[in-house]
C-alpha cells in the first residue's frame, strides 16, 4: 500500500468535535472518506442517536451494527477502500458490555424494560460516555487473524465542542462516583486509548465568534488536562473573497469607486449602470465587512498553534458528491 | 401551481400585545436563538414592556452588550435601554417607558436553591455534600434544560416583569428541553430509586413478576454496572431527598402548565438550512402534540440582496463577458467581481428559498418571519436593534 505523509500519521482514531450548526457531522463523514482512500477499511461512529450520518450518506437509518455505508475517496492510483459505520446508543452499548464480560444478556434486556438502563445509562453521570467512547476505543484495538487490526480508522461524530473535554476525560467523573468496581476498571481502559498518541481530537468551527471562541477554549481545556491530543481546526464553510485582499478595507468602508464600477458594468452592457452599481457596491461592501470578520477570527485560531485546514462552502443540500469533494480537499491538505 | 406564501409573523404586535406574558425561543443549536431573543426583549423594552430575558449560554460580547459579565443567576438591568428615540420616532408617544433586564443561567446554583428550599437546613446540606448530587446537579443530561424551565417559573412566579423571554439550551436535538423536566421528575421520584432505596419495604411481588428473578438480580446487576461504592452514594443521596420528592413533581407540573398557558408563546428559530428547518419542522410538530401555543417561525440568517433584479444567470454571464475581454482593465476587473459575487448571493437566496418552501409546504399555516443575514456578528445594542427593525418592516 502506498504510503504518503499526511499530519496525522499513526493516529487510529479521530475524533471530531464542533459547535452547532457548524457542520460536525458532515466533516466527520468527508474524513472518513477521505481516510479511506488507499484501499483503507474506515469505522465511522454517531454517539448522539440523531441518525445524522444516515440523512449524510443517504441511507437508512443505522442500527447498533456495523454497516459498510460508502466506498472510500478514489485516488490515482488506487480505488477507495470501504467506509463502515456505527450509532452507538448508550443502553445497546451497555447490554453488550455485560453481555462480553458477564454473560448477562439476558437479564439486561429484562432490566431494560424496567428502566434500570434508563437508569444506568442516562441518570448515571459519566457512565454514558464510559459506554460510548469504550465502544470507540474497542473497534480501535479490535484485531483479526489475517491483517491485524480490523480498522486502519476510527472516526468518531462525537458531542458538540462545549461537552467534548468532559465527554472524554470519562474517568474524572466515573472515579468521583465509581472508586472502584468494574465500570471504574472499564473507564480506565478506555482512557487508555484516548489519552495515547494512536487519538486526536479534531475541531471543526466556522468563522464566527463563538463557535471560535469555543474551538479555542475546547483547545485549551485539553491541554490543561493534558494526555489528550488536540488534533486539526478544521474551517468549514469558507467563502472565496470577491475582491483582491488590497481592495478589502476600501470596500469595507463603502469607498470603493462607484463610477468606476458603473463605467465596468456599462462596458458588460448593463441597463442603468449607475444604479445597479450603487446595489452591487452596497452587496461588495457587505461581504468585504464579513471577510474582515473572517480574517480577524482566523487570525484568533492562528494563535492556537494547531494545523488548520479550509472547507469551502458548499451552497444548498451538498449530497454524496459534495461529500467526496470535502473528502478531497481534506486529503489534498493533508488532513487524512 | 400558484406558490404558497406562508402567513407572516407579526412579532411586533405579540410583543406589544399586553397578554403576552413569556415567549419561548427555541430551535437547533447555531441558528442565532440567544441573539434573537436578546433582540426580541429588547425591542420589547424599547416598546414599552418591562422585560427580563433569560439567556443559557451567550457568545462572550453579546452577553458583555447587555451587561452580563458572570453566570450568576441574578437579572441585571441593561443600561442604555429604555422609552427612547424608536418609540417617539414612531408616534407611540403615549406608552410609558419600558425596561430591560437580562441574566444568564446557572444551573447548579439554581439546583441547589431548590434543594434548600425543599428540605430543611441539615438534610440540604447532607444533600449537597453528597458526590452523587453535585454529578447529578451539574453534568446530568436534561438539568440544564430542567433548570431553565425552573427559573422560568421562578421569574413568572416572581411577577416583576410583564415580559420574559427565554432562550432554551444548546441541546444536541431541540426538543430535549420539553422532555428533560419530566425525565428528571421521574427519575427523581421514580420507583427504582425508591427500590434501590429500601428493597425491604418495596422490593415486592410485582417486580418480581415483571422481572422473572428476585429482587437480587436488580442490585446484583447495578451493583456490577456500577459498584457498591456508588450504589451507595446513590442510596443516601436519595434517602435524604425522599422528602422533596413530591416538590419536584410538583414543579415540574406547575412549569409545564405555564408553558401551556395563555399568555406563553413559543418562537421556533432556524436558519434557511436543511438540518435547522428539519429540527424546526419536528419541533413545530412536538409542540402541536403537546399543545403548546406555537406563534411562528422566525428565518434567521436570510440572505438579501440589493439588486433583486439582475438574475443569477445574467450576472455570471455579463461577468464572464468583461473578464475574456479585458482582463487588465480596472473598472472591468471591479464589474467582474461584483457580478460574480452578484451571482453567488442570487444563488444562495434561490437555495434558501427552496429550502424555506419545503418547510411551507409541511406546515402552510406556520406563519414565519425573516431576519436578514447581518455582515457581521452583533456584540452590541445597536446590532440587536438593528435585528429587531426587522420585526417591524414587514
Not at chain 1, 457531522?25 to 472518506?33: F, K, R
Not at chain 2, 455534600?129 to 440544564?144: D, I, K, M, V
Not at chain 2, 437555495?351 to 456584540?379: G, Y
Request: glycine share 8%; hydrophobic share 45%.
Amino acid at each position: 500500500m502506498a504510503t504518503r505523509d499526511t499530519d496525522w500519521d499513526g493516529v487510529r482514531l479521530h475524533v471530531v468535535t464542533g459547535k452547532g450548526g457548524t457542520g460536525k457531522t458532515t466533516v466527520a463523514g468527508a474524513l472518513a472518506l477521505a481516510l479511506a482512500a488507499d484501499g483503507k477499511k474506515v469505522l465511522l461512529i454517531e454517539v448522539e442517536g440523531r441518525q445524522g450520518i444516515a440523512q449524510l450518506f443517504d441511507v437508512p437509518p443505522l442500527p447498533y451494527a456495523e454497516r459498510r455505508i460508502a466506498v472510500g475517496l478514489g485516488t490515482q492510483s488506487h480505488q477507495g477502500g470501504d467506509v463502515f459505520a456505527l450509532v452507538a446508543d448508550p443502553e445497546s452499548a451497555l447490554i453488550e458490555y455485560l453481555e462480553m464480560f458477564y454473560s448477562l444478556r439476558h437479564a439486561g434486556t429484562a432490566l431494560a424494560k424496567l428502566g434500570v438502563m434508563d437508569f444506568a445509562t442516562t441518570i448515571a453521570p459519566g457512565l454514558r460516555d464510559v459506554l460510548l467512547t469504550g465502544k470507540a476505543a474497542e473497534a480501535v484495538r479490535r484485531k483479526d487473524d489475517k491483517r491485524g487490526r480490523v480498522y486502519d480508522a476510527v472516526v468518531m461524530d462525537a458531542p458538540p465542542t462545549g461537552r467534548i473535554t468532559r465527554f472524554l476525560n470519562v474517568t474524572t467523573e466515573v472515579s468521583d462516583l465509581a472508586r472502584v468496581g468494574p465500570i471504574r476498571g472499564h473507564a480506565d481502559t478506555v482512557l487508555k486509548v484516548i489519552r495515547s498518541p494512536e487519538t486526536v481530537v479534531h475541531f471543526v468551527t466556522v468563522l464566527e465568534e463563538m463557535p471560535v471562541q469555543e474551538t479555542l477554549d475546547g483547545i485549551a481545556e485539553l491541554r490543561e488536562l493534558g494526555g489528550i491530543r488536540p488534533g486539526g481546526i478544521i474551517v468549514n464553510m469558507t467563502r472565496p473573497l470577491a475582491l483582491p485582499p488590497s481592495q478589502l478595507q476600501a470596500a469595507a468602508h463603502g469607498e470603493l469607486d462607484q463610477a468606476q464600477l458603473a463605467l465596468g458594468l456599462k462596458a458588460a452592457g448593463l441597463d442603468d449602470s449607475a444604479t445597479l452599481a450603487t446595489a452591487l457596491a452596497a452587496e461588495l461592501s457587505e461581504q468585504a465587512r464579513t471577510a474582515l470578520g473572517h480574517e480577524l477570527q482566523q487570525q484568533r485560531l492562528d494563535t492556537a498553534g494547531q494545523p488548520c485546514y479550509q472547507l469551502p462552502w458548499l451552497s444548498g443540500d451538498i449530497g454524496l458528491g459534495g461529500l467526496y469533494q470535502l473528502a478531497s480537499a481534506l486529503r489534498d491538505q493533508k488532513a487524512a | 401551481m400558484a406558490e404558497r406564501r406562508p402567513p407572516e409573523l407579526d412579532v411586533d404586535r405579540l410583543i406589544a400585545d399586553r397578554r403576552t406574558r413569556i415567549i419561548v425561543c427555541c430551535g437547533s443549536g447555531g441558528v442565532g436563538k440567544t441573539t434573537t431573543a436578546a433582540a426580541i426583549g429588547l425591542r420589547a423594552a424599547e416598546r414599552g414592556r418591562h422585560v427580563v430575558v433569560l439567556t443559557v449560554d451567550p457568545a462572550r460580547r453579546l452577553a458583555q452588550s447587555m451587561g452580563l459579565t458572570s453566570l450568576d443567576n441574578t437579572p441585571r438591568l441593561v443600561p442604555g435601554v429604555g422609552g427612547d428615540a424608536t418609540t417617539a420616532q414612531e408616534g407611540n408617544g403615549a406608552e410609558s417607558a419600558g425596561s430591560l433586564h437580562a441574566m444568564m443561567l446557572d444551573m447548579k446554583r439554581t439546583f441547589d436553591e431548590i434543594v434548600e428550599a425543599h428540605a430543611d437546613p441539615d438534610r440540604a446540606t447532607q444533600i449537597l455534600a453528597n458526590p452523587f448530587y453535585q454529578s447529578l446537579s451539574s453534568s446530568f443530561a436534561g438539568t440544564q434544560e430542567y433548570m431553565a424551565m425552573e427559573k422560568l417559573g421562578q421569574l413568572r412566579r416572581a411577577d416583576e416583569w410583564d415580559l420574559i423571554v427565554v432562550d432554551t439550551p444548546p441541546s444536541r436535538s431541540a426538543l430535549d428541553f420539553l422532555d428533560a423536566p419530566q425525565r428528571l421528575s421521574r427519575f427523581l421520584d421514580g420507583r427504582l430509586l425508591r427500590l434501590l432505596t429500601a428493597p425491604a419495604k418495596v422490593g415486592g411481588r410485582a417486580y418480581l413478576r415483571v422481572l422473572n428473578a428476585g429482587f437480587g438480580v436488580v442490585t446484583g446487576v447495578l451493583t456490577k454496572i456500577l459498584g457498591t461504592a456508588m450504589l451507595k452514594d446513590v442510596q443516601t443521596f436519595v434517602s435524604a431527598l425522599d422528602t422533596m420528592f413530591g416538590g419536584f413533581r410538583e414543579r415540574a407540573d406547575y412549569t409545564y402548565q405555564l408553558l401551556r398557558a395563555p399568555g406563553t408563546s413559543f418562537l421556533v428559530v432556524a436558519a434557511p438550512e436543511e438540518d435547522a428547518l428539519r429540527e424546526a419542522s419536528y419541533f413545530v410538530d412536538r409542540l402541536d402534540q403537546e399543545g403548546m401555543p406555537l406563534a411562528g417561525l422566525v428565518l434567521n440568517r436570510v440572505q438579501r440582496v440589493p439588486a433583486v433584479h439582475l438574475s443569477a444567470a445574467r450576472s455570471r454571464a455579463a461577468a464572464e463577458v468583461l473578464q475574456a475581454a479585458a482582463p487588465e482593465d480596472a473598472p472591468r476587473l471591479l464589474a467582474a467581481a461584483a457580478l460574480r459575487l452578484h451571482a453567488d448571493r442570487m444563488e444562495e437566496v434561490a437555495a434558501q428559498r427552496r429550502t424555506a418552501k419545503q418547510f411551507t409546504a409541511a406546515h402552510p399555516l406556520i406563519p414565519v418571519a425573516e431576519i436578514p443575514a447581518q455582515a457581521e456578528d452583533v456584540h452590541d445594542l445597536d446590532g440587536l436593534r438593528q435585528i429587531g427593525m426587522a420585526f417591524g418592516d414587514r
